[in-house]
């Protein structure tokens, strides 16, 4: 199905890479639209061969596919959707059915890392006016950022200028941030059930604080759930970064 053609002879990477035309059978029909465009602009690149590396926790190739795919002028947001996100997707269902151990884990979470951190700022220019002001963060104790940063690039695709404070970040730390800035929006990331405790107690320290009402807050990560939100008394949740993109613009009355 694939018809195989070495396109970049001076592409140095530590395995044999080759570009494979893009399969358009056997896909989703978004996916099948989303590749004939590809086509249709000569794209050589594979979106597939960089999901496939992620999943094999092959950062150089990651890497190296990714640089290709930019210089063949594939929007960045093309290869997050299509191949970074369903890579790391991947990984985490591995690691869920037990084929997976942690070294796979970190191997991916650093491949994907390394291509986030190639096609962040290509992303920030790609679109639209500023929407607003984002600070976010990972909780205390959690060290998560992989799904953190692709809601900071969405955002920032969508004319929010963010402000990262990292990941592990002390609820005092955020208040720090939001006393001393114009934020529009808190976003808290909790990737461990055990962490989400640490969004909620961020959120009552900026109560005590007396600057709940200067921030929208928003919460998301795997464990969490809008009953969760609601609970905790944040004003937004959501479960992936297209609808943190949604959530975030409503809550600025911007939807
Ligand atoms: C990669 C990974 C790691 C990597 C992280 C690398 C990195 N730089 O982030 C490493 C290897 C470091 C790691 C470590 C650990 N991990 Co881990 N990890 C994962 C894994 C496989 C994928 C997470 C991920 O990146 N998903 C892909 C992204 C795209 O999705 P996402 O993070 O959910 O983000 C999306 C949404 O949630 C949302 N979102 C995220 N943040 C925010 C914030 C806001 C404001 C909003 C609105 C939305 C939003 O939008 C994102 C984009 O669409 C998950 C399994 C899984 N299926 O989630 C386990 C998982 C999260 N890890 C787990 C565990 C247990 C651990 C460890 C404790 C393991 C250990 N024994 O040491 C440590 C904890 C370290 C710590 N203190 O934080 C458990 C958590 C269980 C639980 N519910 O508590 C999971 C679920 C695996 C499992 N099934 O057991 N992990």
Avoid at 81 to 102: H, M, R, S, W
Avoid at 132 to 142: H, S
Avoid at 149 to 177: C, H, Q, Y
Wanted: aromatic residues 4%; glycine residues 10%.
């Amino acid at each position: 199905m694939c018809k195989a053609r070495t396109l970049y002879p001076g592409l140095i990477l530590d395995r044999e890479v080759h570009f494979s035309y893009i399969a358009i059978t056997k896909k989703p029909t978004s996916s099948i639209i989303q590749e004939q465009s590809l086509q249709a602009r000569g794209v050589m690149a594979s979106l597939d061969e960089i999901r496939k590396a992620i999943v094999e926790g092959d950062g150089d190739t990651v890497l190296g596919l990714t640089k290709v795919a930019l210089d063949e002028n594939v929007p960045a947001k093309e290869i997050l959707d299509n191949a970074l996100v369903p890579g790391i997707q991947k990984v985490g269902e591995l690691f869920e059915t037990g084929e997976y151990f942690l070294p796979e884990l970190v191997m991916a979470g650093d491949a994907m890392t390394r291509a986030l951190e190639l096609i962040d700022p290509i992303l920030g220019k790609e679109d639209a006016p500023r929407i607003g002001k984002f600070l976010i963060g990972t909780v205390k104790d959690d060290v998560h950022d992989i799904g953190k940063n692709i809601v900071v690039m969405m955002l920032k695709g969508n004319g929010w200028e963010v402000t990262d404070l990292g990941v592990d970040i002390p609820p005092e730390e955020f208040r720090s941030a939001v006393e001393k800035g114009d934020f529009n929006v808190l976003g808290l990331s909790s990737l461990l059930t055990m962490t989400m405790a640490r969004a909620a107690e961020t959120i009552d320290t900026l109560k005590a604080a007396g600057l709940r009402d200067k921030i929208k807050i928003m919460v998301g990560g795997a464990p969490v759930t809008q009953d969760w939100a609601d609970k905790v008394g944040a004003d937004g949740y959501a479960a992936d970064a297209p609808a943190a993109v949604k959530v975030a613009a409503a809550l600025v009355g911007k939807s």
